[in-house]
């Protein structure tokens, strides 16, 4: 049985179409005509690629018309760029007719698909950074009171000794014993009465009226 090789007469044309990076691109299948129906697609890739009825593709990416043979192409970078080999069988099943298109795609090699994996990669950065500020923050935070024990108050020990406080000592009172003189406590300290009377001078002169004079007999 011949092979698809041995029944190919010749290239029918080869077109040249330059696309920007990043578009929609139809390549026209010129070898299917009015005497030749559409089989499949043959990019020049490593490995090599077929769309058709019968290969599996794909599907997002390419999409091939199964009456006039026409390829889209979405999204297209520039290692796309190559030749693409559009097949058709004659009517009587004899021959094959090749249509060749050269894709030259211009423009960065960047695509959609890389810019949304860069904005997942710059959001993933984002949450890292965010999550480790909140982190060290409240760790910094914990460090203030980590290691703060409550002192407990002891209490003042019962031995009978006070510690002075001239605002809040009171003066003790003076134990039960013998009785004392009142009088010589008042010429020690004082007698303790706002009412006494100060005035010196008028004693002095009372008492020099009430003492008599010495007789001269």
């Given amino acids: 049985m011949p092979s698809i090789a041995e029944n190919i007469a ?44 019968e290969t599996s593709f794909d599907e997002k990416k390419y999409k091939y018309e199964v009456l006039s043979g026409k390829l889209h192409i979405n999204s297209v970078s520039p290692t796309e760029s190559g030749y693409y080999k559009c097949f058709s069988k004659k009517l ?24 949304i994996k860069l904005s997942a990669i710059v959001i993933s950065i984002l949450v890292l950074i965010v999550c480790a500020v909140i982190y060290f923050r409240l760790r910094k935070e914990w460090n203030k009171y980590d290691g703060r024990t409550a002192v407990p108050v002891e209490e003042d020990e019962e031995d009978g000794e006070e510690i002075y406080n001239r605002t809040t000592t009171a003066i003790s009172q003076p134990a039960p014993g013998p009785s004392r003189n009142q009088s010589s406590e008042h010429l020690l300290y004082g007698i303790d009465n706002q009412g006494l009377d100060t005035d010196f001078n008028s004693v002095f002169e009372n008492i020099q009226i009430k003492t008599p004079s010495p007789s001269l007999i």
Avoid: Y
């Fill in 10 to 53: 010749d290239i029918k044309s080869t077109v040249v179409t330059e696309v920007p990076a990043g578009s929609t691109v139809v390549l026209n299948c010129d070898s299917n005509d009015f005497d030749h129906n559409f089989m499949f697609w043959l990019m020049d890739s490593h490995p090599l690629k077929i769309i058709g009825p």
């Fill in 92 to 115: 009587d099943g004899v021959g094959v007719t090749v249509g060749e298109v050269e894709m030259i795609v211009h423009g960065s090699t960047f695509t959609t698909a890389d810019a």
